[in-house]
């Protein structure tokens, strides 16, 4: 068996938040824990719900914080000290105002690109090299950054959004598997589930 690793979707724990843009990092680990047939517990010791997998990628944690976005890297450092997770063995997924709605992108490494849940990752790990996909939710003309986020999507992007999640949800079992340079080849470029307007 290979190297535990973990995934880690960032969002807003609580049934208001369930369905924002924001939350979109939950949705894929949620779509990732279906497809591994592997259930949800709590940990107080880490502040997430996590899933645990065993199979011949290794040993992989599924974690949701249940922190606020902009405090997620301390359920993060709690979690990869509990694992002994080193944080170039974890994969953030979080969502992107920057991409157009449906892109996605991994990088190894790199800056927060001013996503306060990305930075507090960074903060709490005391190091930028962490791998990330970011998923593409694009940027609303009449709405503040903040109020964008912690809006729900509208009726045409929820009529994607399972191809875009499920998309995501492979790239994350990709990455398990693969690693990182299959990812950034395979999903880096245009696809389908992309806004193009």
């Known amino acids: ?69 902009n405090c997620a890297g301390t359920a993060v450092a709690a979690l990869a000290t509990e694992y002994g997770i080193s944080p ?20 190894p490494e790199g800056s927060s690109g001013g996503h306060k849940g990305m930075q507090s990752v960074i903060e709490s790990l005391h190091t930028a090299e962490i791998p990330r996909l970011r998923i593409g939710i694009g940027r609303g003309a009449e709405l503040s950054v903040s109020e964008y986020v912690l809006s729900d999507f509208t009726a045409d992007e929820r009529s994607r959004l399972t191809q875009i999640v499920t998309r995501a949800g492979r790239a994350c079992i990709d990455w398990a598997v693969r690693g990182n340079e299959f990812v950034m080849q395979a999903y880096n470029r245009k696809h389908k589930t992309e806004n193009t307007q």
């Open 1 to 69: 068996m290979t190297e535990r690793k973990a995934i880690v979707g960032l969002g807003n724990p609580g049934r208001k938040y369930r369905h924002n843009r924001h939350n979109i990092g939950y949705m894929v680990l949620e779509n990732v824990a279906d497809k591994w047939n592997v259930r949800w517990r709590g940990s107080r010791r880490t502040r997430t719900d996590s899933a645990r997998y065993a199979g011949n990628e290794g040993e992989i944690i599924l974690a949701k914080p249940r922190t606020f976005m």
């Open 88 to 107: 170039d063995r974890m994969l953030v997924v979080y969502d992107e105002i920057d991409l157009a709605y449906g892109r996605l992108r991994f990088k």
